[in-house]
């Protein structure tokens, strides 16, 4: 890829940023369609001086990550109803407006993701699921959830958490030891729970597993977590974390470009980034 005056800027703004798997999967997919843009990792520190920042320097969109997804809200110009209803936004694009200045949009691409990876395995509409976990990856998969029509329970060590969440969404909140009665196509781990080195972790009673159908986890490190291991030993469908991190950043790519993203090689460049190569 050449760098010149016109090269399109993109960034992905978090602290920690530096592991990162965002840069392979959105620069191969420029360099795939030929696209003359760059997209780079910024470790920021105040989220507010970063954005203007950005702006001024001419950057055409950036992704937000942690810590940064709810405090970033404050310093866009506009929001999309869903990044507002959520609570967080994880996307952001600049634009000329007609008075010449430049507007910040911030949009939510997270719920997209996992209603996508899931999307690929069975019809959302009308299904159950159960998420693990009441943080803010929890919110953004819960809503995309319940939006698309799935029947959604939240249970979560710290049972408050859920309840809260439940009540936001309008969803249903189950307790960690209630939830071998429930009977649920989906299951989704949004904990942290079976990362790497707690590896040898896994969120849920391993003997409730066989009542699912599908089995989600975004944790990505390491790619086949031991809920996803024992999950498959069962029988049930599994999508690793690379799916929702996959589609998320295809969404984006396509608020950037308005073209349509190319999933596959953008899928092989976060596997291979995730390698190490
Ligand atoms: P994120 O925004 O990435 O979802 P978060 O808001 O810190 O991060 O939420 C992390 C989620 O993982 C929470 O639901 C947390 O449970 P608590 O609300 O009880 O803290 C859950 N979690 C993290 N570590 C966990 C562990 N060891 N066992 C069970 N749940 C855990």
Not at 219 to 230: K, S
Request: hydrophobic residues 45%.
């Amino acid at each position: 890829m050449q760098i010149n005056g016109t090269t399109r800027l993109y960034a992905i703004v978090g602290n920690p940023v530096g592991h990162s798997l965002s840069p392979a999967m959105h620069n191969a997919a420029f360099a795939h369609l030929g696209i003359n843009a760059a997209y780079v990792p910024i470790q920021a520190e105040d989220i507010k001086a970063t954005v203007d920042g950005l702006r001024q320097l001419g950057f055409c969109g950036a992704s937000i990550t942690v810590p940064f997804k709810e405090g970033v809200m404050r310093w866009v110009d506009e929001l999309d109803h869903t990044a507002i209803q959520i609570g967080a936004v994880n996307t952001l694009a600049f634009h000329r407006g007609s008075d010449q200045t430049i507007h910040c949009h911030g949009y939510n691409t997270d719920w997209v993701g996992s209603n996508r990876a899931l999307a690929d395995h069975l019809t959302l509409s009308g299904s159950s699921a159960l998420i693990l976990g009441a943080g803010g990856a929890a919110k953004a998969v819960a809503f995309g959830l319940v939006n698309a029509g799935v029947e959604v329970f939240i249970a979560n060590r710290t049972h408050h958490r859920a309840r809260q969440l439940a009540n936001e969404l309008g969803c249903n909140a189950v307790a960690l030891e209630d939830i071998g009665r429930l009977q649920c196509e989906i299951l989704i781990n949004t904990t942290s729970v079976g990362m790497a080195p707690h590896d040898q972790e896994c969120p849920i009673r391993e003997a409730l597993l066989p009542g699912f159908r599908v089995v989600m986890d975004i944790v990505y490190a390491p790619l086949e977590t031991r809920l996803l291991r024992a999950a498959r030993a069962c029988g049930c469908t599994v999508i690793d974390g690379l799916a929702m991190l996959h589609y998320q950043g295809a969404a984006q790519f396509k608020i950037w470009t308005g073209q349509e993203p190319p999933a596959e090689v953008m899928r092989q460049a976060l596997f291979s980034a995730l390698q190490g190569g």
